[in-house]
């Protein structure tokens, strides 16, 4: 490289040092300049004479670095001279030393037992803080519901139709597919276990009544959890970060009734309508391997649903959806109004909101399903 | 004086809505040169097509000696080191503290070592006239105003001969927007870089621009010095003079 920037020391008797910098001392050449300079050194009491004229081209980093030398050497106690600065080379240093960054950055001793107590403290009081802050708003939740059903005016139909649209129909054909595979993976399984025992009709109770009480609500309710939860914490949690919430609440907007009544009218509404349809399908792909492997024809099956299957299968897997699509709106809104002013903080909530919808929603319908054995149903 | 920036009947439009209908302008090295006009008459639209950010649909705009639309990705890469930018809130890494924030550039692509890394970084930080205890905060913890300072910091931090800035002084109070118009002229004075700038504020068109550019009708209505507007006759444009 030209110019490639280089030191001329000459040394005028054992304390005395003229340093001549020649070249060009910007940051592409920073690397080479930083080795010149670090072995610069002197006895006590030492005059530098750093001489500036040679010097082609520089920049902050460059003047940054000889700034950076002459702190070393003054603080051996040695003297540093400067001659032959231009006009336009001393104002920049000039300003450079004046915001030199002289007092070092404090950094705190890390102890990793200390940090480890201090993480699981940290831990612990932000777990209590979100569990009343979520207390605090499923209060508020109940109180802004039960303004709303008194004064059903209030209900924005508009939104609620299209949260309806955007997080039930859209996701038909996601649980099409998974409904349909469900039934058909019971009824596989089932069919050949069923098979070794001649009992092949029995494969129409199993299918149903797995399918319409716990998997097709369950399954629903897990895709919707995936799909709408994580969506409603983002665009609450974008809102508030770009201050439409705040804009809302100072126009007198209530964000209860614009952004979570909404939302969560709109998943007791669309879940259970998802979840028939679900109970529809994963029945049809059992009765398609009823066909095919065990003999079981449309009719037979249809007939036997009839027969053996009680209606109640079928309501409980219905009252279950409305559970869990308030479950999945609740959190998906609470973890939304929880995000702060980073961008970083939208990930991170998004990522819990999904993760505790679909826990809680499986956890509701363990709860549900004790509960109901326990009760005899 | 050498040209910097060169725009050359440059034609913009978003389908069918033209926002720049042929405009042409030369940007002198040295200069700080504003681009003024009304909303929505695509001042930072042509801001964001100097950077990069935004395609010119026609026309030619020349940075630093390349045309802008026929740049390989190589060249792009080269020259957007060559520039800073400074966003008109800032725009800073939230997830990064604004130590971080200036340093990333110089560690991404430089080979300075890093305690000079650092020491650069601090001493642009306090350059703009931030103290030395927000360099551990992060961005959501700092104002309005010292975000824009840190983001002129990081703007700084290569070192650019050029540099953007998108309405500096707007949402700040008068003393620190005229603080900030100084800051400008100071920089422009020691490191001689040659200053872009979107704003509308009265103050600094007055008496930090050499030269700038009135956009309207999506075209340029006046380009010269304040002096020059001051005697001009047309009506429309003595508005920006009050």
């Known amino acids: ?29 920073i690397a080479t300049i930083d080795k010149i300079l670090k072995p610069l050194t002197g006895k006590p009491h030492s005059l530098f004479r750093f001489n500036f004229t040679a010097i082609e081209d520089f920049d902050t980093h460059g003047i940054m670095l000889i700034l950076h030398t002459i702190k070393r050497l003054e603080s051996l106690t040695c003297t540093v001279e400067r001659i032959g600065q231009s006009v ?6 000039t300003i450079c030393e ?37 207390f605090s708003f499923t209060g508020e939740l109940a109180h802004a519901v039960a303004e709303v059903l008194f004064k059903p005016a209030r209900i924005r139909i508009k939104a609620m139709l299209y949260h309806i649209e955007h997080s039930g129909a859209s996701a038909i054909p996601i649980i099409f597919l998974t409904s349909f595979l469900i039934g058909i993976v019971i009824a596989y399984q089932g069919a050949t276990q069923l098979e070794k025992f001649g009992a092949n009709i029995f494969i129409v109770e199993m299918v149903t009544i797995s399918a319409l009480r716990e998997l097709a609500p369950l399954l629903t309710a897990i895709v919707v959890a995936g799909r709408s939860s994580s969506a409603y914490t983002a665009q609450i949690g974008v809102m508030k970060i770009t201050d439409e919430v705040d804009a809302m609440s100072a126009m007198g907007f209530s964000p209860w009734d614009f952004l979570v009544i909404p939302r969560l009218f709109a998943l007791i509404i669309a879940l259970p309508l ?104 | 004086m050498s040209i910097l920036i060169e725009a050359k009947k440059v034609v913009t439009s978003f389908g069918k809505n033209i926002i720049h209908d042929g405009i042409s302008f030369a940007i002198q090295k040295g200069e700080i040169f504003g ?37 390989s990705s190589s060249e792009a890469w080269a020259l957007r080191q060559k ?20 340093t990333i550039a ?76 100084e800051l400008i002229l100071n920089l422009r004075e020691t490191l001689g870089i040659t200053v872009v700038m979107v704003t509308h504020d009265k103050d600094t068109i007055e008496h930090v621009l050499d030269r700038f550019i009135i956009l309207g009708n ?21 508005t920006f003079l009050n």
Not at chain 1, 112 to 117: E, I, S
Not at chain 1, 292 to 298: A, N
């Open chain 1, 98 to 134: 004046a915001h030199f960054p002289n007092e070092p950055i404090i950094v705190k001793n890390h102890f990793f037992l200390l940090d480890y107590l201090e993480n699981t403290g940290k831990t612990v009081i932000e777990g209590y803080k979100t569990l009343t802050s979520f």
């Open chain 2, 218 to 238: 999506k075209k340029i209505l006046f380009d010269g010095t304040m002096n020059m507007l001051r005697q001009t006759s047309d009506a429309s444009l003595k």
């Open chain 2, 106 to 181: 110089l560690k991404e692509y430089t080979d300075i070592p890093d305690y000079l890394i650092e020491e650069s970084a601090r001493m642009k930080l306090s350059l703009v006239g931030l103290p030395p205890k927000v360099t551990t905060m992060f961005p959501s913890e700092l104002s309005g105003g010292m975000k824009k300072r840190a983001g002129l910091a990081r703007a700084l931090a290569l070192d650019p001969k050029l540099l953007f800035l998108d309405e500096p002084t707007s949402g700040l109070d008068p003393h620190s927007a005229r603080g900030f118009d």
């Open chain 2, 83 to 102: 520039w800073g930018v400074l966003f008109q809130f800032g725009a800073l890494f939230t997830s990064l503290t604004i130590l971080e924030n200036v």
């Open chain 2, 35 to 71: 681009l003024l006009g009304g909303s929505g008459s695509g001042k930072t639209t042509l801001l964001r097509e100097m950077i990069l950010l935004q395609k010119v649909t026609q026309g030619e705009m020349n940075v630093l000696g390349h045309n802008v639309s026929e740049l």
């Open chain 1, 274 to 377: 998802l979840v028939l349809f679900a109970d529809i399908i994963s029945v049809f792909g059992g009765m398609v391997i009823a066909t095919t492997k065990l003999d079981v024809s449309f009719t037979e099956f249809i007939d036997r649903i009839a027969e053996t299957v009680a209606l109640k299968h079928f309501i409980i897997g219905l009252v279950k959806a409305p559970i869990f699509g308030a479950i999945i709106a609740t959190i998906g809104c609470f973890r939304g109004f929880q995000i702060d002013s980073s961008t970083e903080s939208v990930g991170k909530y998004t990522t819990i909101s999904v993760v505790n919808a679909i826990f809680w929603v499986i956890a509701m319908d363990a709860i549900i399903s004790v509960f109901l054995t326990e009760l005899g149903l």
């Open chain 1, 1 to 29: 490289m030209q110019n490639t920037p280089f030191l001329h020391i000459a040394q005028t008797n054992s304390t005395t040092f003229d340093i001549t910098l020649c070249g060009i001392w910007t940051r592409d050449s």
């Open chain 1, 88 to 93: 336009h080379f001393s104002k920049l240093l």
